[in-house]
Nanobody, 127 residues
Framework: QLQLVESGGGLVQPGGSLRLSCAASRGTLDNYAIGWFRQAPGKEREGILC????????TFRESVKGRFSISGDNTKNTVYLQMNSLKPEDTAVYYC????????????????????WGQGTQVTVSS
C-alpha cells in the first residue's frame, strides 16, 4: 500500500509563500495521479490541483490559479505544492492523495477516486 507523508506546513503571513512536500514510500508516484486537497475549518474537503500519471497538471479552484502550482521530483519520489501570494482564506489542512484508477492523462478533484492519503499538514495564513 502506497504511503504518503506531507510536510512543509506552518504559519505564514499574508503574501508569503510555502512549499508543501508529499513524499511517497512503498510505491512509485509515477504510477499514480497525485492530487492536492485542502479542508478549512467547517468546510468540506476540496480538490485544488492534480498531476496526472502522464505529467499533466490541472487546477480546479479559480481562487488558486496563478498562485499555486504542482510539480514532482521522480528522483525523490516526491510531489510538491508551491503556494505563493498566500491569503488568509488559504488557511486549511492540506492533504496529498494518490489515485491508481485515473488513466494516464486524467486528473480529478473527486476525493473518492483517490485511495491513498497522507495525514495532512496545517497551513495558517495570518498576520
Amino acid at each position: 500500500q502506497l504511503q504518503l507523508v506531507e510536510s512543509g506546513g506552518g504559519l505564514v503571513q499574508p503574501g508569503g509563500s510555502l512549499r508543501l512536500s508529499c513524499a511517497a514510500s512503498r510505491g512509485t508516484l509515477d504510477n499514480y495521479a497525485i492530487g492536492w486537497f485542502r479542508q478549512a475549518p467547517g468546510k468540506e474537503r476540496e480538490g485544488i490541483l492534480c498531476k496526472s500519471m502522464a505529467g499533466f497538471t490541472s487546477t480546479f479552484r479559480e481562487s488558486v490559479k496563478g498562485r499555486f502550482s504542482i510539480s514532482g521530483d521522480n528522483t525523490k519520489n516526491t510531489v510538491y505544492l508551491q503556494m505563493n501570494s498566500l491569503k488568509p482564506e488559504d488557511t486549511a489542512v492540506y492533504y496529498c492523495a494518490a489515485s491508481a484508477s485515473l488513466r494516464s492523462s486524467l486528473c480529478s478533484a473527486d476525493a473518492r477516486l483517490f485511495g491513498s492519503w497522507g495525514q495532512g499538514t496545517q497551513v495558517t495564513v495570518s498576520s
